[in-house]
Structures are given as C-alpha cells and as structure tokens.
C-alpha cells in the first residue's frame, strides 16, 4: 500500500495526524476509520491497508491526540490499563469535531474520488453511529461500538445508510443494551443491525484472543457489500475471474495467473486440501501441480455463476479423462485412463481487482467411484449420475436411498 501521514487541522486551532492508506489505483472512495481504545496501532494501520486494498482512500484519525499524540498501544497489561485510562478521560463530543474536521481533510485528499463513508471498532463503532448522526457521511458501519445506547435521542438525525454489527456475548453491549438499540432504530430506513451468536467483544480483531474468524469474515463481507452499494468502487468479477481461468486452463501459464491475485493469495482445494498460501508456495503448486496436471481434454460445463460485492460463486461441471497423475485432484493415483464427469462448486474472493482467495468443492467418492479406485456398490455414492442429474433435474431422485420405497402411498 501507497501509505502515509496527512496532518488535519482541527476546529479550535490545534492540529492532530491521520494514517493515509491509498489504493493499488491510486484514487477512490474515501473512507474514515476510527479508532479502538489504543490508538492508531499496528492493528488499525493493517485495517486501513486491507480497505486500501479493495479499492478505498482511508484515512484513520488520532482521536486521542488531546490527550496524548500518538498513542500506538497492545491488547495486554499496561497497555490495555493505559487504553481503559484514556477511554475514561475521552471527550466524544470533541473527537466528532476532529472526525468531521477528517470527512473534510479527505474530501480535499487530491486522491479521493466520489463519496465518503465512516467505519469504526469499539469506540471507533460509537463514533461511526455518531457520524450518521452529525455529519454528512455517506454511510456509517460500527462494530460492537460501546455506549451507543447512551446516544439514541440522535437517531432521528440519521440520514445515511448505517450498519451495526453486534456480539451477542459482549459485556460492553449487553443484551439489555442491544434490545433497546434496536427499538429506537427499528423503523429507521437503511439501517442494518447483525448479532454473531457466541462472540464476544472484538470477535473481529484478528490480534485479540476474542477473534472469531468466521463471524469476522461474515461482518466484512456484509460490511463490504454496503460500502460498494453507496461509495463503490465497482469491479467487473465476471472479466476477472474469466481472465483468471483463461491462463489456469487455456494458456497454462503460471506467470500469467499470478498477477491476476494479490500479493499474497490463497487457493484450498477443500476434498484435497491442496493448492497453497501465498505467492511463492502457490506459484510453485499452479507451476508443478496444476495447470500442467489436467488432462488435454479438460472441459468445464457452466451451471451458474453469482456475482457479489466481494467475490463470485461460480457452479459447473469439471469433466476429463484421467490420462496422467492429477496432483490437485487425485493425489497419488496412477493415470486409470477412465473418463469422468463431477460437479464443482467454486468460491472466489476478490480484494478490489484482485482475486484473494479460492475454495473449490466436490463430491471426492464420486470421482474415485468413477476412475475404478473405490467399489461404490452398497455405500450411497451417485458416481457420473449426479452430473447428469444437475443438468436434466427431471432424473429420478433418492435412487440410493432405500428407504424412499417404504415411504410411497404414505399421507404426507
């Protein structure tokens, strides 16, 4: 990430810093972020990067520079008692003056384009639903903000879009709290209120033993879709994960799928678990494991394709025969030159205009029914059959279920 230091002028003459994240295009949307209770530290930096990366100009405010510039903490012993102090000795009411002061400095930013959105963690979450509430912020996303209920008189000034994740364990947002939040902003138009069953406090902090990741990646993509809903930036997924898929299985040329991901992507083969965790280990799977171990009469049959604000599902039907050691998909099984067909499902996630990471799923008894290294008889494995039927639905159903007859001429 392009990164730097943008110095905001405050309203009663002082002057604060911003972390500056720009993205891989060096313009877009505008982004405030907002701190937790330990100040711009290396996890808020991180957060102001991955948002650079999908497209955004962030901006993070040092909110605590009345009080102490530069306030850079950790999660434990003195340093979370430090965090505690200062939280207690915050002025909110100044610090929205400093984040709207920071909605302006970015809006002159000469590489913010379009709309501006707010988004923040903790007390960073109170501060975002304060956003909606007093500023002009294009949208506003909190999560597990403290003390929001101390502010619902303020509801009736919101006039953006605003998200609220919630942790259905946090004992900053008590489930009293949480009932009384979601009354005052029920019949509000564009809010959108999400409670992550069993998490606590900071279930989206990947440094904190709280996290809970897959609750964080749920709350990130919802959190996505909206800042792409309102700000943007639109990427065209479809092209890219054509253009992705051209070089794995046309050109065959690991040199040219790398650069269609990020720097550090990942691929998971979810029967197999094969593929690789960032560039180089997945550089050398496509080079020596993939895109030369498909058969030459590899073909994939489309089903369906689903576009989202952060990746594509993309359902088809992988089709081949097995003329030579597939590594990715038959590991250790010498070539049994037998054809076979199996539907895939495939889960792609984007990071702006990259992809970032790829599960792939398939039905692995089937295929080793089909190639003659397992006997399917007695054990409920469809083999090429369930390719069939996904292209023609009016196949009979249950043929491997015995109980099926049992149950004809029932009520029901």
């Known amino acids: 990430m392009n990164e730097q230091w943008t110095q905001v002028k405050s309203r009663d003459g002082g002057e604060f810093r911003a972390y500056t ?12 972020l907002l701190q937790e209770i330990f100040g711009v530290n290396a996890s808020m930096r991180a957060t102001a990067d991955r948002y650079a990366e999908e497209g955004y100009v962030v901006m993070v405010p040092d909110l605590f520079w009345r009080l102490e510039p ?9 340093d979370m008692a430090k965090a505690l102090d200062l939280y207690d000795r915050f002025d909110a009411d100044l610090a929205m003056d400093d984040v709207a002061q920071t909605l302006a400095a970015l809006r002159a930013h000469p590489s913010q384009r379009g709309k501006v959105g707010a988004l923040g963690y903790c007390l960073g979450g109170r501060l975002a639903y304060l956003a909606a509430a007093r500023t002009d912020v294009d949208c506003a996303i909190g999560y597990y903000a403290v003390a929001l209920e101390n502010h619902l008189d303020e509801a009736g000034t919101i006039r953006c879009p605003l998200m609220l994740h919630f942790a259905a364990e946090d004992g900053w947002c008590d489930a009293a709290s949480c009932t009384r939040i979601e009354t005052a ?7 959108e209120l999400y409670t992550y069953a069993g998490c606590d406090h900071a279930f989206a902090a990947p440094a904190r033993p709280q996290y809970d990741k ?8 919802r959190s996505l879709a909206m800042l792409r809903r309102v700000l943007g930036p639109i990427y065209d997924f479809n092209a890219l994960w054509e253009e992705h898929c051209y070089h794995e299985f046309v050109t065959r040329n690991p040199s040219d799928v790398m650069p269609t991901m990020v720097a ?13 965790v960032g560039h180089d280990e997945l550089k050398r799977f496509y080079t020596h494991h993939f895109v030369h171990s498909n058969p030459a009469d590899t ?6 394709r689903t576009i989202g604000s952060d990746r594509v599902v993309d359902e088809f039907i992988f089709c081949c025969t097995h003329d030579r050691e597939i590594d990715w998909l038959l590991p250790g099984l010498a070539p049994t030159g037998k054809y076979f067909e199996v539907p895939m499902l495939a889960v792609i996630c984007f990071r702006g205009s990259k992809l970032y990471n790829e599960h792939i799923y398939w039905d692995q008894a089937s ?11 007695g054990l409920p494995i469809a083999g090429a059959a369930s390719a ?19 149950s004809e001429g029932k009520p029901f």
């Not at 902003?185 to 809010?191: F, H, M």
């Not at 073909?299 to 369906?304: F, K, N």
């Open 21 to 32: 994240a720009l993205p891989p295009e060096g313009s877009g949307p505008g982004l405030v």
């Open 70 to 78: 530069g306030v850079d903490l950790g999660y434990e012993g003195a």
């Open 185 to 191: 902003l029920a019949d509000k138009p564009g809010v």
């Open 214 to 221: 897959p609750a964080a990646m749920m709350a990130y993509s």
């Open 264 to 276: 550090q992507p990942y691929v998971n083969h979810i029967p197999t678990m094969t593929g690789g």
């Open 299 to 304: 073909r994939l049959i489309p089903i369906s």
């Open 367 to 377: 295929v080793l029914a089909q190639i003659g290294a397992i006997d399917p008889t």
């Open 388 to 406: 069939k039927k996904l292209l023609d639905e009016t196949l009979p159903s249950n043929t491997l279920m015995p109980a099926w007859k049992t």
